[in-house]
């Protein structure tokens, strides 16, 4: 694409310029940005520095699976909404249509002062500026009895790929009138819909097959995200199918035994037919091996998302802890657009703008009955703010309720095509 | 919903071409043509409707107090499965029609006002539709104004109303510099495909400069409703706004 630029008469907007940044002049040939994660985050910092810089940065990215399945609507693959397929989206157009080195491999050490970043595979890839994208991982612990090893027999699903067909596979199982646990994480964690739009599409697809068993959501947390939504749906769509024990009703006391296939929540021992745990998150591990964290995730400066322990190094999605947004594919996406602006300015001296976020999230409740919940937020000194929100309403009609759900579809296909090309 | 919103398409710049040059209608046509399904109710004007319901009234009641005359009362229709309104007796085409799934909706009130019989075979309503895509649009929004909870905010098709919203000439004079314009831009892809594809959320791209600028100036006074479009443009400014549409204006694939 080209920009005719006979508009151009700069009419105020230079005011708007943050001051020209200095140019990073990098030591030898083209400057170097490596991206650790092709993920949402750090396939759309690499998509835009690569495209926007036109060849005049040199554009490293670091992710270890060559098709990435997005978190986003693997909720609606557990539905029956949407095939594995729908979801999977590899890293071609980006090589081949941005010139962005794709290196299939984990990134396993960090060096901030010599400025490499260490491959698995062996090799040291040199940068000038280093973005971390590498979601999360889980606190170990946080659920006793719980931990990575028991994820074959009680999925957490929240990395999608295999983990969500295991989940899949283990509902289509379920014997008749059979038990559904999903352990829910505390705050802060990815999606904040997200475990409450799976209780949905679980629902709803044992509504259809299996319509005597039931869910029991076992949810250390007070309240949760579109909360009168989903409760309402829940209610009007799979009455009597669901159950939500919040901190009151011992829902943050819970231990699990994976060979038993058992959840005790707070003394009371449940035998379940699936087990779902979601435990409590933490910044992908690189960013901890980088030293960028500060307990559980990395503090970014709000105005371009570097990092507040290294300049050279940013921190996107969901592993930054950068104020009010929510830990999301559409955040992430947005904060990479910021940095990257800024990263190429730093290296480049094109003009930098003001950092702008936003965020929106749809969630499905059953067939053609959408919902979402969104906001935008600003740069401030001490983190990102926010300044204005919606929600969808309770009781609104189902004609609206599917524009949504179309909407949402219409989101899909925009945010894949503007992280992968 | 689609086919409503095709089906008023051509006769919309006559409506409210204030802005607009007559070189614009045939483009304006076209973009209504990529528009999102949205509420019929959103085109249509309900003041209008309110007189075309004027021949329904015979049969249907609608409003505080409505009740089954000769044809079923008419609040709470949009949402309303067809068929289903207690205590009327309907004939077996309307049980039929009901039992198979048929619901109320922008979509079908359309198609059913334009040819009663096309919809449901059989139906007792003895009603030659109204032909013109106007009539129907504005007899909908009417008795969609009857059919909403409170809660419920109907959310505007987003090409279509662009060209009825006043803004400042001066602020339609402003020239956007459309390297901001593409900056600002990746705020918008998080949605609204580059390419020009319009399924669930319409294309942005190539619009004229004016419409698109009409277009978002109403979402930012909220004359048009949609609450994330609302909030985008609630925070754009008049120069970001001239510079998003200096930048769609002149992509090229
Ligand atoms: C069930 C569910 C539903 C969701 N629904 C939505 C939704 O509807 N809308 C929405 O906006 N968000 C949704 N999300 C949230 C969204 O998926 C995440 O917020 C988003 O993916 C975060 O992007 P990220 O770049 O931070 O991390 P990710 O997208 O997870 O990307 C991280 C990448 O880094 C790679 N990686 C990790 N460590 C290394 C390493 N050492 N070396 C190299 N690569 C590494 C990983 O392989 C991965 O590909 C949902 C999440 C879940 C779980």
């Known amino acids: 694409m080209k920009i005719d630029r006979r508009h151009f008469l700069g009419t105020g907007v230079a005011a708007a310029v943050l001051s020209a940044p200095m140019v990073q002049a990098a030591s030898h040939g083209k400057p170097k940005v490596v991206v650790i994660g092709g993920g949402a985050g750090g396939a759309t910092a690499a998509r835009y520095i690569a495209k926007d810089s036109k060849g005049e940065i040199d554009v490293t990215l670091i992710e270890p699976t060559r098709t990435y399945y997005t978190c986003f609507f693997s909720n609606l693959y557990l539905g029956g909404f949407k095939e594995l397929s729908d979801i999977g989206h590899t890293y071609g157009s980006l090589a081949s249509s941005h010139g962005i080195n794709v290196v299939h491999d984990w990134a ?24 971390l994208s590498p979601g999360i991982d889980f606190v170990e612990g946080a659920v006793p009895g719980w931990d990575v090893s028991a994820q074959n027999k009680m999925p957490h699903a929240y990395k999608a790929g295999s983990q969500t067909e295991l989940l899949k596979a283990q509902i289509g199982a379920m014997p008749e009138g059979g038990l559904f646990v999903m352990v829910a994480p505390p705050n802060p964690f990815r999606c904040p819909p997200g475990p409450y739009e799976r209780v949905s599409m679980v629902a709803h697809v044992l509504k259809e097959t299996n319509p005597t068993a039931k869910i029991l959501i076992a949810d250390p947390k007070e309240k949760f995200s579109k909360q009168g939504l989903f409760e309402e749906g829940w209610t009007n769509h799979y009455g009597g199918m669901v159950e939500r024990l919040g901190p009151d009703f011992g829902g943050d006391n819970v231990t699990v035994d994976p060979d038993a296939m058992t959840v005790d929540i707070d003394g009371s021992v449940e035998e379940a037919d699936v087990v779902n745990v979601i435990p409590a998150m933490k910044a992908g591990r690189i960013a901890e091996i980088a030293g960028v964290t500060d307990g559980n995730w990395a503090p970014v400066n709000a105005a371009d998302m570097s990092s507040k322990a290294d300049p050279d190094v940013y921190v996107l999605g969901d592993a930054s802890q950068q104020g009010d947004m929510p830990k999301s594919g559409f955040s992430a996406n947005s904060q990479a657009k910021v940095c990257a602006n800024a990263v190429r300015g730093a290296l480049t001296g094109s003009k930098v703008f003001p950092a702008r976020f936003s965020n929106t999230c749809w969630s499905l409740i059953t067939t053609d009955d959408g919902v979402k919940v969104g906001a935008t937020y600003e740069a401030t000194e001490e983190k990102i703010a926010k300044i204005d929100g919606f929600v969808s309403q309770t009781g609104e009609d189902a004609a609206l309720r599917k524009a949504t759900y179309e909407e949402s579809e219409g989101w899909y296909a925009g945010i894949t095509a503007d992280i992968f090309g | 919903m689609r086919a ?250």
């Open chain 2, 4 to 253: 409503v919103i095709r089906s008023i398409a051509p006769a919309l710049p006559s409506r409210g071409g204030k802005f607009l040059g007559e070189k614009f209608a045939f483009a304006l046509a076209f973009f209504v043509l990529l528009a999102m399904p949205g509420t019929a109710d959103d085109l249509g004007d309900g003041k209008r409707g309110a007189a075309l319901f004027a021949k329904c009234k015979g049969c249907h009641q609608v409003g505080k107090g409505a009740e089954n005359g000769v044809g079923p009362h008419l609040n709470e229709l949009f949402g309303r499965r067809a068929g289903s309104v207690a205590g009327f007796k309907y004939s077996k085409a309307f049980q039929r029609a009901g039992s198979k799934g048929l619901e109320w909706h922008a979509d079908t009130l359309g198609t059913f006002i334009a040819n009663p019989r096309s919809l449901v075979p059989g139906t007792r309503m003895s009603f030659r539709g109204y032909d013109d895509p106007i009539d129907q649009a504005d007899l909908l929004a009417y008795l969609r104004t009857f059919s909403v909870s409170p809660a419920d905010i109907p959310e505007a098709d987003p090409t279509a109303r662009g060209i009825d919203h006043d803004v400042d000439p001066a602020i339609l004079a402003i020239a956007g510099d459309p390297e901001y314009g593409a900056y600002l831009s990746s705020e918008c892809t998080t949605c609204h495909q580059a390419e020009d594809s319009d399924a669930g959320i319409p294309s942005i791209v190539l619009w004229p400069e004016e419409v698109f600028v009409i277009a978002m100036h109403a979402y930012k006074d909220n004359a048009r409703a949609h609450p994330v479009m609302n909030m985008i443009a609630g925070r754009l400014g008049d120069e970001e706004i001239a510079a998003l549409a200096a930048y769609f204006a002149t992509l090229e694939h």
């Open chain 1, 108 to 131: 396993v050490g960090v060096d901030r002062d010599a400025k490499t970043v260490t491959l698995a595979g062996g090799g040291t890839v040199p940068y000038d500026k280093l973005i």
